[in-house]
């Protein structure tokens, strides 16, 4: 069998790698899985992207459509004129897209019109949220795709109600788990550990990059002031490039908010490892500190991974500086859930996968 696997944007590159790997150690004589990687170029910041592939040591892609950045239409129509061009050379059995970015849909699009089959990995997840771009782009490819690998029941009962059959319904467990877990014995420190004196849960962890929180500059401002006043400890934040043009507009000097570039993966992790807690409107950094049981704050009004709040350590802080305040202030008391893992989160979802592929062939 045939397939190609896509990845564009950085929280594609730990969904695929565990695929990758695992068709590479168990192809056979007389079952294998042959793949072409191809790299929309949707990030192509080192940051973002190379660092990824060395560090999850993800092959090179065998193309990169160099789609770059641009409006959600300019960045969407790149992918697929490309993408279109690339899969018309290289035809192939089944088309695999994961998570929730705008390749993930461009290239279902594509790959659907050309009658050419499409698994999601991570299909079903929804946030019932249409002024999020990615709610609309993980509708569009379920809408579209002939097989989904979920990561909960609550996403194959999603998928169920709009009238998918469940013989094409797949749950798995999660892949950007298999790398957690896989990477957690190679994290390293971050240069910032040192320069500023970090300890183990002496310190927060803030990542944020979606519209709703940081285009608006008055309510970005608001947002990264609630949170230097409160925190009472220093808060690593490592800077999103869609986020860095607003942050360095603003009027406010932080005390305790210490921006930084975006750091490895490798890096990350460790950092939100021995955190006391992380503020987030993040989608994987949800699963990841529920995985690690460390306090997540999500600053949104909803969440397409709910089995992090019912099941994990995550909270849904929403949008008032009030609840956030309080919610920092429980958090330092020590009073927070424990949280568990969730159903299937165990590092093996690669491995169904990719099993699963090999019965289809
Ligand atoms: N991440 C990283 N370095 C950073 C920030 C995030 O390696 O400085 C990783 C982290 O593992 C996380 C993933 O990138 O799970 C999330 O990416 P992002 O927030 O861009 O996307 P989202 O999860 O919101 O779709």
């Given at each position: 069998m045939k397939i190609t696997l896509i990845a564009g944007a950085r929280p594609n590159f730990m969904k695929i790698a565990p695929i990758i790997k695992e068709i590479l150690s168990t192809n056979t004589e007389h079952s294998s899985i042959s793949y072409r990687l191809v790299h929309t170029g949707q990030h192509y910041d080192d940051k973002l992207s190379k660092v990824f592939f060395e560090e999850l040591e993800i092959p090179e892609p065998d193309v990169n459509l160099g789609a770059g950045s641009g409006s959600q239409a300019e960045q969407t129509a790149r992918i697929m004129v490309e993408f279109e061009r690339d899969l018309i050379k290289n035809p192939t059995d089944l088309v695999v897209v994961v998570g929730d970015v705008n390749s993930t849909m461009a290239c279902t699009?594509?790959?659907?019109?050309?009658?050419?089959?499409?698994?999601?990995?991570?299909?079903?997840?929804?946030?019932?949220?249409?002024?999020?771009?990615?709610?609309?782009?993980?509708?569009?490819?379920?809408?579209?795709?002939?097989?989904?690998?979920?990561?909960?029941?609550?996403?194959?009962?999603?998928?169920?109600?709009?009238?998918?059959?469940?013989?094409?319904?797949?749950?798995?467990?999660?892949?950007?788990?298999?790398?957690?877990?896989?990477?957690?014995?190679?994290?390293?420190?971050?240069?910032?550990?040192?320069?500023?004196?970090?300890?183990?849960e002496n310190y927060l962890v803030l990542t944020l990059h979606r519209p709703s929180n940081v285009d608006d500059l008055n309510k970005f401002e608001n947002l990264v002031n609630a949170i230097d006043e409160s925190a009472g400890m220093p808060v690593v934040f490592p800077v999103h490039p869609r986020t860095k043009k607003n942050y360095d507009q603003l009027s406010i000097k932080p005390r305790l908010v210490v921006p930084t570039d975006p750091l490895s993966y490798l890096e990350f992790i460790y950092l939100i490892k021995n955190a006391k807690g992380v503020i987030t409107d993040s989608g994987g950094v949800q699963e990841e500190t529920t995985v690690l049981g460390i306090p997540c704050l999500t600053l949104r009004n909803n969440t397409e991974r709910p089995e992090t709040v019912t099941i994990g350590t995550n909270e849904m802080i929403g949008e008032d500086i009030e609840v956030l305040k309080n919610s920092l202030s429980n958090l330092k008391a020590g009073k927070w859930k424990t949280g568990e893992i969730p159903e299937l989160w165990d590092g093996r979802a690669a491995e169904r996968i990719v099993s699963i592929l090999k019965e289809m062939n």
């Open positions: 699009i594509v790959a659907k019109k050309l009658n050419t089959k499409v698994a999601h990995v991570e299909g079903g997840i929804r946030s019932w949220d249409m002024t999020m771009p990615e709610e609309i782009n993980r509708m569009a490819t379920d809408a579209l795709a002939d097989y989904f690998f979920t990561t909960s029941r609550v996403a194959n009962d999603n998928l169920k109600n709009t009238g998918v059959s469940e013989d094409r319904i797949f749950f798995v467990g999660n892949t950007m788990i298999d790398s957690l877990l896989t990477n957690l014995v190679k994290i390293k420190r971050p240069e910032v550990w040192e320069k500023q004196g970090l300890k183990n």
